[in-house]
Every structure is written in C-alpha cells, then in structure tokens.
C-alpha cells in the first residue's frame, strides 16, 4: 500500500512539473495579439506597430525600440510581447517599414536604397524582435543572408523556414531562463543579418539580459 502512495505521490509531483514546465514555454495566441498589430494596407504593403510605448512629442521619430523601452512594461510581459513577432511567419507582404537612422550601418542603408531591397512582414518581425536585444545602435539591417551561399533570402520560403524554426527554438531557450542570460538568435547557424559579419563580436553588443 505504501509503495502505491509513494508511485502515485512521484506521478503526480511528476505531472505538476512538466505542466509547469510546459506553461512556462507556453506560445502566444497569433489570432489574438496583445502588443503588436498590423498597419492598414497600403498599395498592398503594411508594418507591425508596437501598440504599448509612450510617443515623445520632443522625437521626430520614435522607433519601436525606443517605444518598447518607455512602456514600463514588466519583465513577463516585455517577453510575451517579443514572443508575439514570432506570429508574423509565412506573412510574406512587403514591408513599408521605415527604421530610423539608429538601425544599421549607413553603407548597408543605402545598399538597400541603392538596390531597392525588400523585406516581407515575417523578416521585419525577427529583425524587430533582435533590434530589441542591442543596447545601443542596431548593427544589423532587415536582409537575411545565408552564409552558404552569400546570398539574401528574405523571400526565399524554405531558408525562411529554417530561420524561424532556429528562432523559435532559440526564444523557448531564453524563455526557459527568463531571458537572464540572452545569447545572439542566429549563433553557430548558415544565417545572418546583413551587416553582422562586420561586427567581431555581435554578442557583445546586446543585452545580458531583459
């Protein structure tokens, strides 16, 4: 009998961890989104706007960053709002995003005019999502690049495809430890964004932690 209660009482403990477990890594609703939401079309392109920040009348332009940063959000809900890009895949609309001139390098800014590069909604979202990371100036611009080939594959559905499944599995690591110690999304992968092989280190260049 006392070797039942004892199974039963480890199956139970067991149960009550991994359902903790399980809600803690918990994704959002992407049919109900919280923080972000679409622009309306317009010559069938669109953005995602950040809906909690606090505008400055003093700013000419406040990005989603610095947004981001005056919503006096808590730590739970900033990281739920992150979570919240990852629902932008597959999206593949243009995006008509402008990013202030605190995001990537000038040559690569005007690489992007120059060429007329785009970029589709699911790689603004992941490029908006990382821009949250640095402390300082973006290093990077909205162009994702496999290393393999050097060439840009913002459009290219299956290299995307591998994109996201490396940053969701990424963002459920750092979820796991409450974003306390932030390591760079694309490390050790066959992706990056244009402008982060300048960098030595990119790592060094984002926060610790949320």
Same mark, same amino acid.
């Given at each position: 009998m006392k070797k039942n209660s004892s199974l039963l009482a480890l199956i139970c403990g067991t149960i009550i961890i991994l359902l903790h477990i399980s809600c803690s890594v918990r994704t959002v609703d992407c049919h109900h989104l919280k923080?972000?939401?679409?622009?309306?079309?317009?010559n069938n392109r669109q953005h995602i706007n950040f809906l909690y920040g606090v505008s400055s009348s003093n700013d000419f332009f406040d990005d989603d960053r610095v947004l981001?940063?005056?919503s006096n959000l808590k730590k739970?809900?900033?990281?739920?709002?992150?979570?919240?890009?990852?629902?932008?895949? #597959?999206?593949?609309?243009?995006?008509?995003?402008?990013?202030?001139?605190?995001?990537?390098?000038?040559?690569?800014?005007?690489?992007?005019?120059?060429?007329n590069i785009k970029f589709p909604l699911e790689v603004e979202a992941l490029y908006s999502l990382t821009s949250m990371l640095f402390e300082d100036n973006v290093a990077?611009?909205?162009?994702?690049?496999?290393? #393999?080939?050097?060439?840009i594959c913002n459009f290219e559905r299956k290299e995307m495809d591998e994109v996201y499944t490396i940053y969701r599995n990424w963002f459920r690591r750092? #979820?796991?430890?409450?974003?306390?110690?932030? #390591?760079?999304p694309l490390k050790n992968s066959d992706y990056m964004w244009l402008g982060e092989d300048i960098v030595e280190n990119v790592e060094e260049l984002i926060k610790k932690e949320m």
């Open positions: 923080y972000l939401s679409l622009s309306k079309q317009h981001f940063r005056r739970s809900d900033k990281i739920k709002a992150l979570e919240e890009y990852l629902c932008f895949y #597959k999206n593949d609309i243009v995006s008509d995003k402008n990013y202030s001139e605190k995001y990537g390098r000038i040559l690569n800014r005007i690489k992007l005019s120059k060429e990077i611009s909205p162009v994702m690049v496999n290393k #393999k080939t050097g060439k750092m #979820k796991k430890e409450d974003f306390s110690r932030i #390591k760079w």
